[in-house]
């Protein structure tokens, strides 16, 4: 079983709906992270989180939210999805900041 | 301005030749972390290496080798002999304080394809 695990893995839905990405994880790692991938522009960071109490903006948070359910488990919300959230998300986790990340394998998004 | 700068969006080479990705950071922190993470087509992240600010020693893995050198906040990596399976997109990522924590930075990747 992957480490971390994402899901759904791909989903197509309209304007205006609620969305909801999940992530959980089995490697016991205190931090988390949610980031969206765009063609040509990397991995940008929407929000983090170090622990169950800790819920940080990162560089694009405008138009997202989340939940840190427990320590295993970090969800992503789009309360309203606009077509120019289309992308591919990750979900991330790590021991500590300065350590490695470990990656689910993507949830592909599309809006339409 | 970026903090991680990938210039080459896209290098094509041939089987068996050499290729360097280039990594540029900038950062005021005097310890910091640099990662390199690789991309293939099916479209995972896979942790390649870490590198922290004191450790300027160069690193080599099989046919990849990494290069740090703090004097021009660069983080370069090249691949030796290439093969069709290192057709990825590589990101070079820079982890720095803010507020405390270490926060990750990504640059905007570099595509690599080799063909046969």
């Known amino acids: 079983d992957a480490d971390v695990t994402q899901t759904p893995r791909n989903r197509i839905t309209k304007t205006g709906k609620r969305i909801m990405l999940e992530c959980s994880q089995t490697?016991?790692?205190?931090?988390m992270y949610w980031y969206r991938q765009d063609p040509g522009l990397g991995l940008r960071l929407i929000y983090y989180s170090f622990d169950v109490k800790d819920i940080n903006k990162g560089e694009i948070s405008d138009g997202y939210s989340v939940s840190r359910q427990a320590q295993a488990k970090f969800s992503l919300s789009l309360e309203s999805a606009i077509p120019n959230q289309t992308a591919l998300y990750f979900c991330a986790t790590s021991a500590q900041s300065n350590q490695p990340q470990h990656f689910g394998d993507g949830t592909r998004l599309s809006i339409l | 301005a970026q903090k991680v700068t990938q210039a080459q969006t896209e290098i094509s080479v041939v089987e068996k030749e050499d290729v360097t990705l280039d990594c540029v950071y900038e950062?005021?922190?005097?310890?910091?972390?640099l990662f390199w993470y690789k991309q293939p087509p099916s479209g995972e992240l896979v942790f390649l290496i870490r590198?922290?600010?004191?450790?300027?020693q160069n690193e080599i893995s099989g046919r990849y080798s990494w290069n740090f050198q703090k004097s021009t906040s660069s983080f370069n990596f090249t691949i030796t002999a290439s093969q069709v399976v290192d057709s990825a997109v590589y990101f070079c990522a820079l982890s720095e304080t803010l507020e405390g924590s270490y926060i990750p930075t990504f640059g905007r990747g570099t595509s690599l394809i080799v063909h046969p």
């Open positions: 590198r922290n600010s004191f450790d300027e």
């Open positions: 950062t005021r922190d005097t310890t910091y972390y």
């Open positions: 490697k016991g790692h205190d931090r």
